[in-house]
């Protein structure tokens, strides 16, 4: 049952479909055969040519050279052939009879009426084209000459921009270089002033010293021939031993002068003081040593600041000593001095 129902609703569809197409199918043949039918139609003026009543066209009145030719009387197309007219009056001979009015010819269009109205307007036309297309390249002009300055003016405006944005950069610089100087040459004064103060220092230490170590020969003139200026003194020798009231021409005249010894580096304690070597017998005088102790006590730099003796060998004698001095621990390198006085007997 439901095969046959399908197959019938198959066979509905295919008839509808073929009544579709062919109603479709007249609907295009009919659309198809009137506008083939107005085509055909021809449009214009129809002229009619032959001996005819229809060829003569409308009756333009004549034209101008027919009128000149052949003047209109009072027998005229526009009357009737056989007119009917009432009977003149009894005496007609004197009275004048008014020619009929001649009928205004109308104005004729030719043919080349025609092409100078088609060349009026297409002149026209080509003027109108013209002034559109000069309106236009007008506009184009203008408008590039705006887009022109605008853009120049961006340019100067932007070369405007890095020229300042550059001279901005050189006045840093400018200023930059001239802070980089002026901290160059503050250090440089700085520098030289701590230079100045240390020389300054050291020379009033070797002043002192050599005050203080003028001052203890003249104390220590009854010395004996290893007499001692201090603490650290020995009075082991070759000589004879001196006495307050003695002078140095008693005793052995043999005998080696006398080492007095100091030193002093901040608060340090002396551990080791070692005497240097009497090198040259035959010269006196006081040695300022100027010496560097590291955080361990140990000497790690000596040089000679002042010396009241000539003699080389005992200024390198001081500086072997002092290299060999030992002092307390601390917790930096300090700087001091030891002072050496050697005394002939």
């Known amino acids: 049952m439901n095969d046959y129902n399908k197959k019938k609703d198959k066979a509905k569809a295919g008839i509808i479909t073929i009544v579709v197409h062919a109603l479709l199918l007249l609907l295009l043949a009919f659309i198809t055969l009137s506008v083939v039918k107005h085509e055909e139609e021809e449009d214009g003026v129809p002229v009619l040519l032959g001996m005819v009543d229809e060829a003569g066209g409308e009756d333009l009145g004549g034209l101008p050279a027919e009128n000149e030719a052949a ?180 005793g052995a005249t043999t005998g080696t002068g006398g080492v007095g010894t100091s030193a002093k580096v901040g608060s340090r304690i002396v551990k080791d003081l070692p005497n240097p070597e009497y090198a040259d017998p035959t010269s006196e005088g006081t040695v300022v040593v100027s010496i560097v102790v590291n955080a361990e006590g140990k000497v790690v730099d000596a040089k000679v600041i002042s010396s009241t003796t000539s003699s080389t060998a005992l200024k390198n004698a001081c500086i072997v000593a002092a290299k060999r001095t030992t002092f307390s621990i601390g917790d930096k390198n300090e700087n001091g001095t030891t002072t050496y006085r050697f005394k002939l007997r």
């Open 71 to 250: 003047p209109v009387t009072s027998e005229s197309s526009d009357m009737p052939e056989n007119p009917t007219s009432p009977e003149p009056p009894a005496n007609t001979e004197n009275v004048p009879v008014a020619p009929p009015p001649t009928p205004q010819p109308k104005p004729l269009i030719t043919q080349d009426q025609e092409r100078s109205i088609a060349a009026e307007e297409a002149k026209k036309k080509a003027a109108e084209e013209a002034a559109k297309r000069k309106a236009a390249e007008e506009t184009a002009r203008k408008k590039a000459a705006e887009e022109a300055a605008r853009k120049k003016a961006a340019e100067d405006a932007a070369r405007k921009k890095a020229a300042e944005e550059d001279a901005r950069k050189r006045a840093e610089e400018a200023a930059r270089k001239k802070a980089a100087e002026e901290a160059a040459r503050k250090r440089a004064a700085e520098e030289a002033a701590r230079k100045k103060a240390e020389e300054e220092a050291r020379r009033k230490a070797a002043e002192e010293a050599a005050k203080k170590a003028a001052a203890d020969r003249v104390n220590n003139s009854n010395w004996g021939h290893q007499g001692n200026a201090g603490n650290s003194g020995k009075t082991t020798g070759n000589g004879a031993q001196g006495v307050p009231t003695g002078n140095s021409n008693t």
